[in-house]
């Protein structure tokens, strides 16, 4: 097949090419004008927008709509900025990240390596959980919520993403490990290693690609949901999706567009940078394992 | 005393029952190897004995101390797998050392393990590169390795060379007898390749559907199989197996088949008739090896009862140190092994020799051996 693509590419004329790369650039074009638009816009100072043109670069470049979304804008009814609420997302993201992958992948190691009578059918169950639309759970999750006093927190809202997050998990790992060798295990219950050893030792060094897109997949998710932290958050726990909403819909006077522009970034920033930095770790897992095998 | 004693072992996965109460005795520094085809249930014993799977009962002692329900690690055994197993992340001196590790050999004391194992087995230069770096034969040493540092009272193999290229095999091959007769371990070995039982054990049991059909060294098992399925399986090329009628004539006792056109031919037996009593005129089953039947000065000089006959060769296979012969005989194609120099060729109505020393007698119905 390398063979063939290299004839292709041989083959291919400079003017092809250059109608190859034209097309990509479009196309890149194409998803990047949002993007760029809104970060043009939130270095200009709001009268340039109000006043002219959005496509234009600023005549004046300034940070200051950066700034007061950070820490001085009005958010609902207070006039704390993003910041606040960008931690309440991290305090958040991070150990429901953590805990739903390390259960993921326990669980993939239970239902592949140490089968018991039903596992398929627990497995399946555990399925069930990536179908279900979040709007059914909101009210037994709120009673839950509320009988464990957990409402309003953030441990209630990490506790939510993990329920939630556990079926990709599980499906995840269950179908790396599906294909890992039990042999290695076997040799290694042999060579005196427990269960726990077994899966740190001799699973999860091998477990880093699928960790990496389990890694992306919650983070995104969980950073991006937005129904969950608008119904069981309290004001000191909202994570940035809701104070974004909140940002934008604030009813004082003008509509500050390069402060929601600027206020848009910041909720979009942290999973931009772990596609950014994961991916590679991504791509890298990906191929150390095509030379092993 | 034996040292690993399995005693009326069966193996059951729900309903089916794989293993049917097997019985071995194996006795210290014995090499045992279990043969059978593919499913007869091989893999499954060694993994009982491993603890890698239940007992479904009967028991399994190593030492007299029964192993129902010990852990693996806990059994003092240690096994070679067909995939060999070796962890890819660690590199082949962590992987022959983890074990030691896990059981809490202090660091020195495992580096000095390391040291005279990787010497034995010529993988010193390795023991930094990952089993990802190496080559099939390579990683066969390292997983010998890795069950060698633990000093175990059992090394289990399962198939360890089925992986291999024919002609490292057989080098392996060697090597392991060769481990063997150094370190003189109790070794169970599993394969299903007939010439590695014949040539590695001290005593082979060859196995079918779950039942052990013969237990015994290697030649028992190949002069006097205990019936038409061990005949068969071992040996290559496979036994002969003709339909013939038993003819006794006072003390003397003979075989009666038909050759290649038919004709009756009668091949006296180098037993007394009274071994085969009341069974004049039944049908058997009668068995001969390929070298049994050799080109007349090929024959066996030492051999009692060498019948002389001529019969039309249809094929010859010269194999280099040996012609491979295929004749008919009771309408069946029969091979013989006959000197490489020999001058037969297809057509010729050659004369052959039979050894009837080695011939083997089987009922056709319950398939055992008479004689
Ligand atoms: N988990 C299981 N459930 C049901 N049957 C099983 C299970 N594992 C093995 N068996 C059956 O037990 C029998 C013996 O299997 P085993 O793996 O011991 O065969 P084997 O002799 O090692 O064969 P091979 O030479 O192919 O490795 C087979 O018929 C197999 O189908
Ligand atoms: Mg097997």
Redesign the pocket.
Known sequence: MSVATQDTALRTGRVSRAFIYLFLLLMALFYLLPFGIMVINSLKPLSEITGGNMMSLPQVWTLDAWRSTWSTAQIGVEPTGMRPYFWNSIKMVVPAVAISTVLGALNGYVLTKWRFRGDTILFGLMLFSCFIPFQIVLIPMARVLGLTGLAGSTTGLILVHVVYGIGFSTLYFRNYYAVFPTELVRAAMMDGAGFFRIFWRILMPSSGPITVVCIIWQFTNIWNDFLFGASFADFDSQPITVALNNLVNSSTGVKEYNVHFAGAIYAALPTLLVYIVAGRYFVRGLMSGSVKG | MSFLKIDNVTKR?GA?E?LHRVDIDVQQGEFLVLV?P????????LNMIAGLEEISSGTIAIKDKPMNGVHPSQRNIAMVFQSYALYPNMTVGKNITFGLEMHGVPKAERDAKLGKVADMLQITPLLDRKPGQLSGGQRQRVAMGRALVRDPDVFLFD?PLSNLDAKLRVDMRTEIKKLHQRLGTTIVY?T?DQIEAMTLSTRIAVMNGGYIQQLGTPREIYDTPNNIFVAAFMGSPSMNLLDAVIRLDGDDAAVEIADGDGAPVTLPLPIPAARLQGRDGTKVVLGIRPEAITDPDGADKSANTVVALKNVIDVTEPAGSDTFVTTTMAGKDVIGRMRADAHVHAGDNADLAINMDKAVIFDPKTEDRIV
């Open positions: 996965y089916v794989v059978g593919s499913g007869c249930g091989k893999s499954t014993l198939e599993v299903h």
